[in-house]
C-alpha cells in the first residue's frame, strides 16, 4: 500500500475479540458486518491459549512461553498450553479462509486486519525464567520485541496469502502507560519496576513498525494514550476509547492526525449499555472531537475510523451484533455527508 492511512480512515472495524465459541458464526458475522476492515475473529471464551497473550505467544519466533500460576513464563520448549494456542489459531484462520472463498471475497481488494499484543505489553506479561517480569531485563524486551516483528509479519504474510487481500496489523498495548509511568509492581508488590523512558518506547515500537512492513495500529485502552510516544514510532493508526479521552489530550491528537496519522475511535461500549444507542448518539462524541480540535467534518472520513472502544469478549451476542450495525451506520454517515452532522 502506498499511503497506509488510506488502508485505515473512513472505515468501520472491531477491535478483536467476540463473544462465545463459536468460531464460524463469529467470523461470519464480523465479515458481514465489516464490509471495509474485518479482522481475524479472537475468542478468548474458549479459555487458557486463546487469551491475548497466550494467543500471541504462539507468533514469537525462537521464544516459547507456558502457563505460570502468576500467568505466562518463557519456556524450554514447547508446551501444552502453546500447542493449544497454536490449535486454537489454526482452526480461526482455516474457517476464515473457508468463508472468505464462500463469500467471494478472494481477490476482491478487500482488506483485513490481525491483532496480536504488542511489545511493552508482551514484555511485561511474561515472566522470564527466574520469575521477574521480562520488562526488568532490557535486552529480553529487545529480543521480545524482536521475536514478536519477526512472528507477526509472517502471521500477516500468511493471512495475506490465505487470503488474496491486503493486510493490517493492529498491536494491543494495554500495559503500555504503565509502562511509561512507571505503575507496574513485580513479582512482589514492593517490588516497583522503573519506567521505560518514552524515547526508548518509541524506538522500540518503531523498529517492529518497520519490520512488519503493513499499516499498523496500536490500541492504547486507557485515558492517558501516549499520542506522542506513536508518532515518533512511526504508527499509521491509534485506537482508543473516545469517553476516556480528556480535554488535556486534544492537543496531541490533533498534532497526531495532522502529522498523517488515522484516529481509531472507539465510539460503542464494549460491554452491553443499559439503553442501545443509536448511531446519531455515537456520532456525536466524534463530532464534537473534530470540531472542538477546529478540523473540517471531512476529517470524519479522511482522518478517522470507528471502532468499539474495547473488544467484545465480555458483551452479549444481542449486544456485539447491535454494535456492528452502529458501527457501520456511523461510518457510513462520515463518509457521506459529514457536514449534515
Same mark, same amino acid.
Given at each position: 500500500?502506498?499511503?497506509?492511512?488510506?488502508?485505515?480512515?473512513?472505515?468501520?472495524?472491531?477491535?478483536? +475479540?467476540?463473544?462465545? =465459541?463459536?468460531? %464460524?458464526? !463469529?467470523? =461470519?458475522?464480523?465479515?458481514?458486518?465489516?464490509?471495509?476492515?474485518?479482522? $481475524?475473529?479472537?475468542?478468548?471464551? #474458549?479459555?487458557?491459549? !486463546?487469551?491475548?497473550?497466550?494467543?500471541?505467544?504462539?507468533?514469537?519466533?525462537?521464544?516459547?512461553?507456558? !502457563?505460570?500460576? +502468576?500467568?505466562?513464563?518463557?519456556?524450554?520448549?514447547?508446551?501444552? =498450553?502453546?500447542?493449544?494456542?497454536?490449535?486454537?489459531?489454526?482452526?480461526?484462520?482455516? @474457517?476464515?479462509?473457508?468463508?472468505?472463498?464462500? %463469500?467471494?471475497?478472494?481477490?476482491?481488494?478487500?482488506?483485513?486486519?490481525?491483532?496480536?499484543?504488542?511489545?511493552?505489553?508482551?514484555?511485561?506479561?511474561?515472566?522470564?525464567?527466574?520469575?521477574?517480569?521480562?520488562?526488568?531485563?532490557?535486552?529480553?524486551?529487545?529480543?521480545?520485541?524482536?521475536?514478536?516483528? &519477526?512472528? @507477526? %509479519?509472517?502471521?500477516?504474510?500468511?493471512?495475506?496469502?490465505?487470503?488474496?487481500?491486503? $493486510?493490517?496489523?493492529?498491536?494491543?498495548?494495554?500495559?503500555?502507560?504503565?509502562?511509561?509511568?512507571?505503575?507496574?509492581?513485580?513479582?512482589?508488590?514492593?517490588?516497583?519496576? !522503573?519506567?521505560?523512558?518514552?524515547?526508548?518506547?518509541?524506538?522500540?515500537?518503531?523498529?517492529?513498525?518497520?519490520? *512488519?512492513?503493513?499499516?499498523?495500529?496500536?490500541?492504547?485502552?486507557?485515558?492517558?494514550?501516549?499520542?506522542?510516544?506513536?508518532? #515518533?514510532?512511526?504508527?499509521?493508526?491509534?485506537?482508543?476509547?473516545?469517553?476516556?479521552?480528556?480535554?488535556? /489530550?486534544?492537543?496531541?491528537?490533533?498534532?497526531?492526525? &495532522?502529522?498523517?496519522?488515522?484516529?481509531?475511535?472507539?465510539?460503542?461500549?464494549?460491554?452491553?449499555?443499559?439503553?442501545?444507542?443509536?448511531? #446519531?448518539?455515537?456520532?456525536?462524541?466524534? *463530532? &464534537?472531537?473534530?470540531?472542538?480540535?477546529?478540523?473540517?467534518?471531512?476529517?470524519?472520513?479522511?482522518?478517522?475510523?470507528?471502532?468499539?472502544?474495547?473488544?467484545?469478549?465480555?458483551?452479549?451476542?444481542?449486544?456485539? #451484533?447491535?454494535?456492528?450495525?452502529?458501527?457501520?451506520?456511523? /461510518?457510513?454517515?462520515? =463518509?457521506?455527508?459529514?457536514?449534515?452532522?
Amino acid at each position: 500500500m502506498t499511503d497506509p492511512a488510506a488502508a485505515l480512515a473512513g472505515v468501520a472495524t472491531g477491535i478483536g +475479540s467476540w463473544p462465545g =465459541t463459536d468460531i %464460524a458464526n !463469529a467470523v =461470519t458475522t464480523v465479515i458481514g458486518e465489516f464490509p471495509d476492515l474485518p479482522h $481475524v475473529v479472537e475468542l478468548p471464551a #474458549r479459555g487458557l491459549g !486463546a487469551d491475548m497473550i497466550g494467543r500471541t505467544g504462539v507468533l514469537l519466533v525462537d521464544i516459547e512461553i507456558d !502457563a505460570a500460576t +502468576s500467568g505466562y513464563r518463557v519456556s524450554r520448549r514447547p508446551s501444552t =498450553t502453546s500447542r493449544r494456542a497454536r490449535d486454537f489459531l489454526t482452526e480461526d484462520l482455516d @474457517v476464515l479462509e473457508e468463508q472468505w472463498e464462500l %463469500a467471494g471475497l478472494r481477490g476482491s481488494g478487500r482488506t483485513v486486519k490481525v491483532q496480536a499484543a504488542g511489545p511493552l505489553t508482551m514484555a511485561a506479561d511474561i515472566e522470564l525464567a527466574f520469575g521477574h517480569r521480562a520488562l526488568t531485563d532490557r535486552g529480553a524486551v529487545r529480543d521480545i520485541a524482536g521475536s514478536l516483528a &519477526e512472528g @507477526v %509479519a509472517a502471521h500477516a504474510d500468511e493471512v495475506a496469502r490465505r487470503l488474496g487481500a491486503e $493486510v493490517v496489523v493492529q498491536f494491543d498495548e494495554p500495559r503500555i502507560a504503565a509502562v511509561l509511568a512507571g505503575r507496574l509492581q513485580g513479582v512482589t508488590s514492593l517490588e516497583q519496576i !522503573a519506567a521505560v523512558p518514552a524515547p526508548e518506547v518509541a524506538d522500540l515500537l518503531g523498529s517492529v513498525v518497520r519490520r *512488519v512492513n503493513r499499516p499498523v495500529i496500536v490500541h492504547a485502552c486507557s485515558a492517558d494514550v501516549p499520542f506522542e510516544v506513536f508518532g #515518533r514510532s512511526g504508527v499509521h493508526g491509534v485506537s482508543f476509547d473516545l469517553s476516556l479521552l480528556s480535554t488535556s /489530550r486534544y492537543d496531541a491528537v490533533g498534532d497526531y492526525l &495532522e502529522s498523517g496519522g488515522v484516529a481509531v475511535l472507539g465510539v460503542v461500549p464494549g460491554t452491553d449499555p443499559e439503553k442501545y444507542p443509536a448511531w #446519531r448518539e455515537s456520532a456525536a462524541p466524534a *463530532v &464534537e472531537l473534530m470540531d472542538r480540535l477546529g478540523f473540517p467534518r471531512r476529517y470524519l472520513a479522511e482522518r478517522v475510523a470507528v471502532s468499539p472502544t474495547c473488544g467484545l469478549s465480555g458483551a452479549s451476542l444481542p449486544w456485539a #451484533r447491535h454494535a456492528l450495525t452502529v458501527l457501520r451506520d456511523v /461510518r457510513a454517515a462520515f =463518509t457521506e455527508d459529514p457536514d449534515a452532522l
